[in-house]
């Protein structure tokens, strides 16, 4: 191999590029992508210690994180799409002075022969949809990523169709971004960043902005976002397992005062998730510790009330439910409770709930208003219960009068029984359809 | 024209439906061979095999369902064995959903190895019948074959732990036998259909990337590997390293690696999901579609692929040696340690001892395998920390003496595979987190053999052995006497056994001070050796006022000190595996005899204390007169 037509890719000689067949277009993988290749590994005598070839598979791995040895992620990064190249690798880019026994020797300058096949950017999307696709513009060498609580503050700058619609510097708790308007992909995509990174995150509008667009940012319903992030800074998490229960306790009431915040502002989705984590956070003790009890059923109540506010009456049912459990005379549960079943048409449930609230209260006036309300609705769908049973049965009356249907098959000798067809259209809906439990 | 094809079929089910009564009369007449000759015979198999989708699954509810039973199984076997072979044959022709949702209820349910594998025989017919369609059934039928290994019984002590003596035995236990025949037989019931997948499913030239979604081959790999998780994986413990025995558990374990490192294709594949799971948790969200299932990449959902068995998986592929020739080798060793990290740890937390003895395993193995010293910047991903946490919890609390032994070796190496500065920030955290007295002590000690190294080569001293750090580290794990004066000394005894060594070490080896010894030792007087002293006299005199007392028939008033004892007491029979009971709970009261023998065992650790104490005063004494004699005939 002539000399000349090596690229040097290290500066220092320690990785040798020569290109055997040029790439299509100008383009590289970012880092953190995942790359798909062939590879052939040399020793220099020639000496073959491994092939992706040989396994009649394609090599895939996440660039540029370190999964693999330094010159291959150096190499594989500078190759365009279909580029096939030899790499020279000097030991300390690859297994240095211990080698790899048994196959690669101490101190062994490796070569290979890669054919890039392609790239595709990274899913950061929980259901792995392609909804939240990053590409690491400006890799870091640093490995801590925020976590849950974890103070963070980075750079964002938005676009859409080309135009920029927010560039700003952001500091929020890690899980509170919604607050200071972070679109939910961006804060998922920030939890996996290094600190110092830079990053394209491509979101797709059920983790940007929804069906209902931002009149704001003048971005249409169902649209996809591009952002750019660059993660300057974050702490580290709350560490729950080292607080001792007095600890936790505190937390949780700070974890209930940022509900209560959000709450004020109207903001039910983060108030739900504060008073949720005040409520994990709480120590296992509201048997025996009177106020960890108390913090525990306002929290509950508090959640039911979020609930309540936003349409979730089932939901805000559980949480009166489970404050209820904790104390049985709680008014303000019964009282939410009792609004709930009476959404939900739950009327018998209802009215019980508001008559204890009457029974524990006997001034409620709140209460005693609901109790007519509940006695009214239970009346009206009484009459209409009575209504649509005497339809029915002066039609069965009328029906009865016609002439009996002639009695060609027994009926019940095909009750419960498919055709052929439906047993096989059945068999195949109930063995292809998602998360069915069979029994 | 259709009404020939009509009569032709009317012609084929009378005739099927005539078989049928005939099957079963030949069986009622125990004419077993008859039925054999039926589907064997040159002139009969052609004619009534082609009948047999007409009356499969009537043959399937009448004879097969109703014999495949442990009673028809010890009474007439060969019914049994008859109805096991019409149930392989009939397989074939059946409507697959339908017989398929009856081998799944019949498999989960199946009360013997025998019916297990007559239905498993049936299920591998299926199975290879519907090829790559529906996925999703295929694996729900994989389900049921692993409910009911998960479901056998075993004997209560492979949760519990066992010795290696034990371990030996352990294939002679009845229950594990019937496991792992359940497994082996499910070896055989895999075998086939792993040889077609590995040739009919593959990557299509044209496709780039892996398809990680719902296919056959993804749910093949994610079932072998779940089977290498519990039950099989309690089995581990017997796996003793350079043993020439090749044990059944072995020969399961392996086969089933090496299946799912041929689907895998690349083994190391799931390592690159690894960080993935083990470090961040999905946000599941019911409002965008985000279900714990709904993932479309099946290895990072936990139900398909637990990552335990995902750890065992690996543990098969290093410690039990099975990586397969072709694996890559590019992988950075780095990249191989860290994975390995975050799964050994997901081992040690289980509860099962086992397990967690898996774990330390599989990372002792990769820490003898790395050749360049770790970069301490490995230290900034939270899993180091989780792992030192659960492999100390197993070093100082673990009831079985061989987890805490290769608990302990592995500390030591795991500490010692990272460069300087990582030594010494993975000391200095347990040292300040720990509880553990002894655990504490080793570690300090092993702080002191570090420096002690550091000191024997030529050149300066790395930063974190001399100066401020050296000082911070001393101060930390030397000069502590947690409640001053009125430390419990008994129940420091180790820790402070370790300082005193630590201190007469340095005395001794540093006398020109290039670590910064002397520099600190005003603060070590001040802050162990005074309090210390006055704590041996008053300790020492309590104690042998208490024993004259008891020796008088006056101790009432200081019997809980001796309770508190006997519970210390207590908890090291537990943790050292002789006691069965709980450690926390308190002893009877004892007799007289037996408190002398308490205070006396304790008379004997203060003295131990005191003469360490008084040698490593002595040595500091020698030591800085040298000092002082030398740095006045240097002036």
């Not at chain 1, 300390?92 to 790899?100: D, P, V």
């Not at chain 1, 667009?213 to 580290?236: H, Q, R, W």
């Not at chain 2, 230290?379 to 609390?397: M, N, P, S, T, W």
Request: aromatic share 8%; net charge negative.
């Amino acid at each position: 191999m002539p000399e000349e037509n090596k690229i040097d890719l290290s500066g220092d000689g320690g990785v040798l590029k020569e290109i055997l067949q040029e790439g299509k277009g100008t383009e590289t993988p970012h880092s953190g992508c995942t790359v798909s290749l062939h590879y052939t590994g040399r020793l220099v005598d020639g000496t073959e210690f491994d092939s992706s070839v040989g396994r009649n598979e394609p090599f895939e791995f996440p660039l540029g994180k370190g999964n693999v040895i330094k010159a291959f992620d150096m190499g594989v990064a500078t190759m365009k799409l279909g580029e096939r190249c030899f790499l020279t690798c000097a030991p300390n880019y690859a297994y240095g002075a211990a080698g790899s026994p048994p196959a690669i020797p101490p101190d062994a300058t490796l070569i290979f022969e890669l054919e890039m096949l392609g790239w595709k950017g990274e899913d950061l999307s929980p259901n792995q949809d392609g909804s939240i696709d990053r590409t690491i513009l400006e890799p870091s060498d640093k490995k801590r990523t925020p976590s849950d609580g974890a103070f963070v503050k980075a750079h964002i700058s938005g676009t859409f169709g080309g135009n920029v619609f927010e560039d700003r510097d952001v500091e929020f708790d890690y899980g509170e971004g919604k607050a200071i308007g972070i679109v939910e992909g961006l804060e998922i995509a920030l939890e996996k960043m290094n600190i110092g990174e830079t990053s394209r995150i491509k979101i797709q509008p059920k983790y940007a902005f929804g069906a209902e667009g931002n009149e704001e940012f003048k971005i249409p319903p169902n649209s996809a976002v591009e952002y750019t992030v660059k993660l300057l800074d974050c702490g580290k998490g709350l560490e729950e397992w080292k607080l001792s229960d007095e600890e936790r306790l505190a937390e949780a009431k700070a974890y209930k005062e940022k509900g209560t915040n959000y709450f004020k502002k109207e903001n039910w989705a983060l108030a739900i998730k504060m008073y949720t984590k005040c409520k994990n956070l709480l120590p296992n003790t509201a048997d025996t510790n009177e106020e960890v009890k108390k913090v525990k059923v306002a929290t509950h109540s508090n959640i039911a009330l979020c609930h309540q506010k936003s349409n979730d009456h089932f939901e805000a049912k559980q949480e009166c439910n489970a404050v209820l459990a904790l104390d049985e005379s709680n008014v303000k549960a019964l009282y939410r409770r009792g609004q709930c079943n009476l959404t939900i048409n739950e009327l018998e449930d209802a009215l019980e709930d508001f008559q204890k609230v009457i029974q524990l209260e006997p001034g409620n006036k709140a209460a005693a208003n609901q109790v007519i309300i509940c006695k009214q609705k239970l009346k009206e769908s009484k009459n209409k219960e009575k209504k649509l049973y005497a339809n029915m049965f002066t039609k069965l009356a009328a029906n009865d009068k016609e002439t009996e249907p002639p009695r060609e098959t027994d009926v019940l000798s095909k009750c419960g029984e498919w055709s052929e067809e439906d047993a096989k259209r059945e068999a195949e809906l109930t063995l292809e359809r998602d998360n069915i439990i069979m029994i | 024209m259709q009404e020939q094809e009509m009569e032709v079929d009317m012609a084929d089910a009378v005739e099927a439906s005539n078989l049928l009564q005939l099957i079963k009369q030949l069986l009622l007449e125990k004419a077993y061979d008859g039925v054999r000759m039926l589907f064997e015979s040159a002139q009969e198999s052609e004619r009534n095999t082609r009948l047999l989708p007409h009356i499969a699954m009537h043959l399937y509810h009448d004879v097969c369902s109703e014999n495949l039973s442990d009673e028809v199984n010890s009474q007439e076997p060969e019914l049994f064995d008859c109805s096991d072979e019409l149930l392989k044959l009939l397989a074939k022709f059946a409507p697959l959903q339908e017989l398929m949702l009856e081998l799944m209820e019949r498999l989960e349910e199946s009360s013997s190895l025998n019916v297990f594998g007559a239905h498993l025989r049936a299920l591998q017919v299926v199975l290879q019948r519907q090829g790559r369609d529906k996925p999703q059934a295929v694996e729900w039928s994989l389900q049921s074959v692993f409910t009911r290994l998960r479901e056998l019984p075993l004997p209560k002590y492979l949760s519990e732990g066992y010795d290696e003596a034990q371990a030996r035995l352990i294939e002679q236990n009845e229950q594990v036998e019937d496991l792992l025949a359940h497994y082996i037989t499910v070896g055989l019931f895999r075998q086939p259909l792993c040889s077609e997948i590995l040739q009919h499913d593959v990557r299509a030239p044209s496709q780039t990337f892996k398809d990680c979604g719902l296919n056959r081959r993804n749910i093949f790999t994610c079932f072998f590997i779940q089977l290498l998780g519990r039950p099989l994986a309690l089995l581990e413990m017997s796996h003793v390293k350079e043993d020439l025995t090749r044990t059944y558990v072995q020969q399961v374990t392996e086969s089933l690696s090496q299946d799912a490192s041929q689907c895998l294709g690349d083994p190391f594949y799931l390592l690159n999901l690894v960080e993935q799971r083990a470090r961040w948790q999905r946000k599941l969200d019911a409002a965008k579609g985000v279900y714990e299932m709904s993932c479309r990449n099946v290895f990072l959902i936990e139900e398909k692929l637990p990552l335990h068995a995902v750890a065992m998986y690996y543990h098969s592929l290093f410690v039990g040696n099975q990586l397969p020739p072709n694996a890559p080798r590019i992988y950075a060793p780095l990249f191989l340690f860290e994975s390995i990290v975050y799964l050994s740890e997901v081992l040690l937390k289980q509860q099962e001892p086992p397990l967690q003895y898996c774990g330390l395993r599989l990372v002792e193995h990769l820490l003898s395998t790395l050749g360049n010293p770790v970069l301490s910047s490995s230290l900034q991903l939270d899993v180091h920390k989780r792992f030192c946490e659960a492999l100390c919890k197993i070093v100082g609390y673990s009831p079985q003496v061989a987890l805490r032994q290769l608990g302990l070796h592995v500390l030591r190496q795991y500490v010692l595979v990272f460069d300087d500065q990582g030594k010494y920030l993975i000391l200095k955290n347990l040292l300040e987190t720990l509880q553990h007295d002894g655990l504490m002590g080793y570690l300090g000690g092993m702080y002191k053999d570090l420096v002690d190294k550091a000191l024997e080569e030529s050149g300066p001293l790395p930063e974190v052995y001399s100066g401020k750090l050296f000082r911070e580290m001393l101060l930390l794990c030397v000069c502590v006497l947690p409640h001053d004066v009125k430390s419990d000394l008994l129940l420091h005894a180790d820790r402070l056994c370790h300082a005193l060594n630590i201190l007469r070490y340095f005395a001794v080896r540093d006398k020109k001070d290039v670590t910064g010894f002397w520099q600190a030792l005003p603060d070590i007087v001040r802050r162990l050796l005074d309090p210390l002293g006055k704590a041996l006299n008053f300790s020492m005199a309590h104690y042998k006022a208490y024993k004259e007392r008891v020796e008088k028939g006056q101790s009432a008033s200081d019997d809980e000190l001796m309770q508190r004892q006997l519970n210390m007491l207590a908890v090291n029979i537990t943790n050292s595996g002789m006691a069965g009971g709980d450690g926390d709970s308190r002893l009877p009261d004892i007799g007289r005899q037996e408190k002398l023998e308490v205070l006396a065992s304790s008379i004997t650790s203060l003295e131990t204390l005191q003469s360490l104490y008084l040698i490593a005063s002595e040595k500091l004494e020698q030591s800085a007169c040298l000092r002082r004699k030398a740095a006045q005939s240097d002036s």
